[in-house]
């Protein structure tokens, strides 16, 4: 890219970054002491303020950068990125989100904690939670090193890294001194401009071609190399029954992973009440809704306008078919539109991927310090060394992020999304949805039900395609696949179901009744909800 690319985008980053310490600054001067303040910013946010925050939180650089991406690559295939995401929020909106915000205090462990032995409980969820979070952590910084690498003209390995350790340090810094009502502001901030910038590539794209979206599509069939092949399913996901399996898995995970993130259940917390959670979905879900049409026709835009093979030199993964097809819109590489157009697009990338580090590392560092360590030092534990505790924990959580990320450098960010939500549907949704609606649930259940989906989950990843055994494997060198599938969740998302029905009916301590009653009539009616 030209000088002018890095001098203007660059310019664009620092504003952004500014803005958010502003924020940041701003609210450090309010009281961050007590646990209520930090963790849900003293419930004092509006439905449509959560709802926006939930939609930055949500609408992360695997929507942004990845999902466009593996449509400009895959065509039809991609597809299934878009919609998974968005039908995840009707288990959301119907199962969860009342329930939690009635329930819960911070957490997901609150929530089963309310009926069981908080001690077990807490440490297995709090420790679910932590990985799935680092998990997604990875993704949002892999998409930072390729967007910044593509800014400085792919100068290689060492923009990507110091790339990934920058957005590591700002998210602590967000979360350390800024806490949930920080966080929520650059998520609301990020919002606007996320939802801002798709829409105005989107109509540039369908100005381009007339508003004829069949041309559209011919034009990307055309131009991807596989013909019609491309706007039909398979091309990635049909070529054997590995494939199709593979394809279902993802599926799954997709659509059942949302209701198991823990910086998308925080968020109910934000909230005074519970129909204003059901609100803040309602309006969450009409602004990512909107966000994935448009991803639509920006990642067959870049398969039309760019060139599927011009996309997969620039990065394999298709991370930077938006950065691209952008400086395309714009007039070309040595254009001032195109200069504008793609500084623009990437500062809108990079805070897409500040404000999503931010929920996440908020809630990770919560579990530590809520579930993990008040657990271990009940007795001990006072309020204000838990939010303590927490802000170190944000410091640990990002190290682990940093050194994970570099070593996923190559993937696509949707795709280790995939992953996260994967881990997520096989460890917090089965324990969360029994909690919630089986009254013989026990303990043991709980427990089981956590690790029997979580610990699946990660040896799955581990045997499988994407950490040995091709030359796309983080470890190509090496060779120890056992597992076929990319994508572990059609294994060990029925696995933690089935292992909290076992742990569950070979219980010798029975399932509390008064507190299973208790906590059912608070979760439909509120009565008794902090």
């Not at 000088?3 to 309010?30: C, D, E, P």
């Not at 806490?179 to 929520?184: F, H, K, L, Q």
């Not at 606007?192 to 990307?220: I, K, P, Q, S």
């Not at 157009?341 to 919560?366: C, Q």
């Amino acid at each position: 890219m030209t000088g002018n690319h890095q001098t203007l985008a660059l310019l664009l980053f620092s504003a952004f970054v500014a803005v958010t310490l502003a924020i940041t600054t701003w609210v450090s001067r309010t009281r961050q002491g007590s646990p209520e303040e930090f963790y849900a910013g003293n419930r004092l946010f509006s439905p449509m303020e959560n709802g926006f925050a939930i939609a930055g939180d949500y609408m992360s650089a695997a929507s942004f950068l990845g999902i466009a991406g593996l449509i400009a690559l895959f065509g039809y295939d991609g597809l299934l990125y878009s919609v998974g995401f968005l039908v995840a929020w009707l288990v959301v909106l119907f199962l969860v989100a009342e329930l939690v915000r009635n329930c819960g205090r911070f957490t997901l462990a609150d929530v089963v904690a309310a009926r069981m032995r908080e001690r077990p409980v807490r440490i297995a969820a709090g420790t679910s939670s932590v990985t799935v979070s680092v998990l997604y952590l990875v993704a949002q910084m892999v998409g930072a090193g390729s967007l910044v690498a593509l800014l400085l003209g792919g100068t290689g390995q060492a923009a990507q890294t110091w790339t990934v350790i920058g957005v590591g340090a700002l998210m602590v810094v967000y979360v350390s001194f800024g806490g949930m009502r920080a966080t929520t502001w650059i998520q609301i901030v990020k919002a606007v401009l996320l939802m801002g910038g798709a829409l105005a590539l989107t109509v540039l794209v369908l100005v381009r071609f007339h508003g004829d979206f069949n041309d559209l599509l011919r034009t990307a069939a055309d131009r991807s190399g596989h013909g019609a092949d491309f706007l039909a399913p398979g091309l990635h996901y049909g070529g054997d029954w590995t494939a199709r399996f593979d394809f279902m898995s993802l599926g799954l995970a997709l659509v059942l992973g949302t209701a198991g993130l823990p910086h998308i259940l925080s968020r109910f917390y934000t909230v005074p009440t519970a129909r204003a959670a059901r609100r803040s979905v309602v309006w969450a879900i009409g602004l990512i809704g909107s966000f994935y049409l448009m991803t639509i026709v920006l990642g067959f835009g870049a398969a039309a306008i760019v060139g599927t093979d011009e996309v997969r030199r620039s990065n394999s993964s298709g991370n930077t078919a938006i950065p691209l097809l952008s400086l395309d819109l714009g007039g070309g590489a040595d254009s001032t539109g195109g200069t504008v157009l793609f500084a623009i697009v990437a500062a809108v990338a990079f805070a897409t991927i500040l404000a999503v580090v931010a929920g996440i590392t908020l809630a990770s560092s919560a579990s530590v310090a809520h579930d993990l360590y008040a657990s271990l030092r009940r007795k001990h534990a006072k309020q204000h060394s838990e939010v303590a505790v927490a802000r170190v924990a944000a410091i640990g959580i990002g190290v682990a992020a940093i050194a994970l990320a570099l070593l996923c450098r190559n993937l696509n960010v949707a795709f280790l999304v995939g992953l996260a939500f994967a881990v997520a549907a096989s460890a917090n949704l089965p324990v969360l949805l029994y909690s919630l609606f089986w009254r013989q649930f026990t303990t043991r259940g709980a427990v089981w039900s956590v690790y029997g989906g979580l610990v699946p989950a990660l040896v799955l990843v581990l045997l499988s395609p994407v950490v040995s055994g091709s030359e796309a494997s983080i470890l190509s060198g090496l060779d120890f696949q056992l597992f076929p599938l990319e994508n572990p969740g059609l294994v060990s998302i029925p696995l933690g179901f089935l292992a909290g029905w076992i742990g569950t009916v070979t219980s010798r301590e029975p399932a509390d009744e008064a507190k299973h009653a208790e906590t059912e009539v608070r979760a439909l009616t509120g009565a008794g909800a902090v």
